[in-house]
């Protein structure tokens, strides 16, 4: 076994504090570049699959080719995060994503295949597919090669690269498609081979595992992954704190998914303002979500987590409502409609600073109460909650939209998180917080 870790720089910081430790700024570096190339990936996707295909199905079905690998594969992601080196686990799946994404100019060099459909699609399934590796082993890692004061601050750090990325992703790809429709592809690459060289230059320790059971001799390495993922899952159903920071993490998701998804309708029907103009509720949610990550993990370490996760989920039922209702108010009075819009995107700041206070805590919770051995596991389960359980909730929300109108959509969703959250409340006041696993 090998020696216990020895961080060199122990005690509660703030970002430059964190990022002294060499495996954790690499990492950090490498999660930047690669979900960037990410984002360059799918914004361009769009853009590709319609001037290929000429339609709008194909590009739902490309953008469904991106999603789907994360239900199905998440949860053997976190066996093998769990069973095999995450270093070369993370290294390779960032290598075979650079791969995957310079296929998509190369091959247009290809007769027949430059205005092809179908290869798309087979590109898009692979890249998805290699990158679901990343995720659970990078999460894994983090509590090793940190101390556990530094892990609110570390996934506030993660939180900011994922707004930042999507941003700056979804306003560089169409600049660089203008220039060349293939150039955010070759960036792309470019990108996840500097995530792989800095991944390959980290220090990241080995996977420590108690000495188990050989596996009996007919059973089949499916039936293994199977018990290992059933065994993530009995870890998680034990706990109440497990399955409260599932709920409250995959409650954060829904809601900004469903702001997304709802922008056009309500700001034209409740605002009053050109569907296209969704940027007056979504750029203060996501410049919410960015300072929410700064003040947290730079400024509020210390704060009482379990009772930030109750006040924050309280306050998004709170803000749900007054976005829903405020602003429909307003539009009805002269005097005011012309402030609606500013009304509204106060409501959506809000939503977004607490959007980080319920995503944060929740996720370093799941880091400290999770042993090594599962934490990989743990985390797949998670993304492939998020990813797929959340997908319902904004397919139901978005027709029930249709039908009775986006504000009450709003309005209902946000009298449900007022209700959940006091459950939560109760739920972690009447429980302590269990024992690391």
């Known amino acids: 076994m090998e020696a216990p870790i020895k961080f060199p720089v122990e005690g509660p910081g703030g970002f430059r504090t964190v990022l002294q430790f060499t495996a954790f700024r690499n990492i950090w570096f490498a999660q930047l570049a690669a979900q960037l190339a ?23 079905i490309t953008l469904l080719a991106y999603t789907v690998p994360a239900v199905l594969f998440s949860p053997p992601a976190g066996v093998i995060a769990d069973r095999f080196n995450r270093k070369q686990i993370m290294m390779w799946s960032n290598f075979g994503r650079a791969a995957a994404i310079a296929l998509i100019p190369v091959l247009s060099f290809v007769p027949g295949l430059g205005n092809d459909f179908a290869h798309l699609l087979l590109i898009t399934l692979v890249f998805s597919s290699v990158g679901q590796l990343f995720g659970p082993a990078e999460a894994a890692v983090i509590p090793t090669i940190l101390p556990r004061s530094a892990l609110i601050t570390a996934n506030s750090m993660a939180l900011l690269t994922m707004v930042l990325t999507l941003v ?16 955010p592809y ?47 899952i009995d870890v998680i159903r034990a706990s109440r704190g497990l399955m409260l920071a599932f709920l409250q993490v995959s409650i954060a998701v829904l809601v900004l998914f469903m702001l997304f998804t709802l922008a056009p309708a309500f700001v034209s029907q409740v605002i009053g303002i050109a569907a296209q103009d969704t940027y007056v509720i979504l750029v203060p949610a996501t410049s919410g979500a960015i300072v929410s990550a700064i003040v947290l993990g730079q400024f509020l370490r210390n704060l009482d987590r379990a009772r930030l996760l109750a006040t924050s989920m309280i306050a998004n039922g709170i803000t749900l409502l007054g976005l829903a209702a405020v602003p429909q108010a307003m539009a009805q009075l002269p005097d005011l409609h012309a402030h609606a819009r500013l009304t509204g995107a106060v409501f959506s700041l809000a939503l977004g600073l607490e959007f980080g206070a319920i995503m944060i805590p929740a996720v370093t919770y799941l880091m400290e109460t999770t042993s090594d051995e599962i934490r990989g596991r743990i985390f797949a389960l998670l993304y492939m909650v998020i990813n797929g359980v959340t997908a319902i909730p904004v397919l139901v929300a978005a027709g029930l939209a249709d039908t009775i109108g986006t504000a009450h959509v709003i309005g209902g969703l946000g009298v449900l998180l007022i209700g959940g ?17």
């Open 38 to 60: 990410d984002k360059f990936l799918l914004f361009s996707l769009i853009i590709l699959a319609y001037k290929v295909s000429g339609g709008s199905t194909p590009v739902a």
């Open 168 to 183: 700056v992703g979804g306003a560089l790809a169409p600049i660089l498609s203008r220039i060349d429709l293939y150039a």
């Open 186 to 232: 070759w960036f792309g690459a470019a990108l996840l081979a500097v995530a792989g060289a800095l991944i390959f230059a980290s220090d990241i320790p080995k996977v420590e595992r108690t000495i188990e059971e050989p596996v009996a001799e007919g059973v089949s390495r499916f039936r293994q992954m199977f018990n290992d993922i059933k065994e993530g």
């Open 421 to 437: 959250g006091v459950l939560v409340a109760m739920a972690w006041t009447r429980d302590a917080a269990p024992a690391p696993r």
